[in-house]
């Protein structure tokens, strides 16, 4: 009887063990279902992918809309604060108005009566205590003045100026008489040029 050498044998069973995984992993996928595995793939990449592309535009969509949210918000509070500010003014204003008024009504002046100034010829009835000579440059310019504005019915821009320099330069002097003359004396002498000042601005209107 032969013996086969156990060196062939172990090469056999080798053999055979590694052709038997070899048929074991090919039978595990066939070429069609290799095909449909790939297709399968393809198909899930894809959809994937539109997902994701879905969710990208949810959040574009999202966060425009957020910014949107917030510029009108911002433009609200703008405009809120811009009005809160415009009503604090009004009010600001008001009170100064009143404050004003209040003043006027206790210190403000009045326009000439006819008895101190005559329009249609222009004449004014000074205080005596005004006719002194001291005043006459001051006087004399403002006389001028009225006159001819009402021949004229209105005086020149140079007209004008002269005659609102004079009144003021004369109120400057009358500023520096406080101890010339007492305080009610100086004050309602004060107040009656200040009115001619004012009787020669509606010159304006």
């Given amino acids: 009887m032969k013996y086969i050498p156990l060196g062939i044998i ?11 995984g070899q048929v074991i992993y090919n039978n595990a996928s066939t070429v069609g279902e290799s095909y449909q595995r790939g297709a399968a793939s393809v198909i899930q990449a894809s959809g994937e992918a539109a997902v994701n592309a879905s969710q ?56 000439l009566t006819p008895a101190e100034f005559d329009r249609t010829t222009g004449t004014i ?30 005086l020149t821009g140079d007209e004008y100026m002269q005659a609102t320099k004079a009144n003021k330069d004369w109120r400057t002097l009358l500023a520096s008489q406080k101890d010339v003359y007492p305080s009610g004396i100086l004050s309602q002498m004060t107040r009656f040029v200040l009115k001619v000042n004012r009787e020669l601005n509606d010159n304006l209107n």
């Fill in 125 to 154: 009835n000074w205080p005596k205590v005004l006719e002194q000579t001291q005043y006459d440059p001051y006087r004399s310019t403002l006389d001028k003045a009225f006159k001819q504005r009402a021949y004229a019915g209105a």
């Fill in 10 to 20: 172990g090469s056999v069973v080798l053999g055979a063990s590694a052709l038997t």
């Fill in 56 to 111: 990208a535009r949810i959040n574009n969509q999202d966060a425009y809309s957020k910014a949107i949210d917030n510029s009108t918000k911002s433009v609200n509070a703008f405009w809120e604060q811009k009005d809160i500010y415009n009503q604090r003014l009004e009010a600001e204003l008001a009170e100064t108005t009143q404050r004003r008024n209040e003043y006027l009504a206790k210190h403000g002046l009045t326009s």
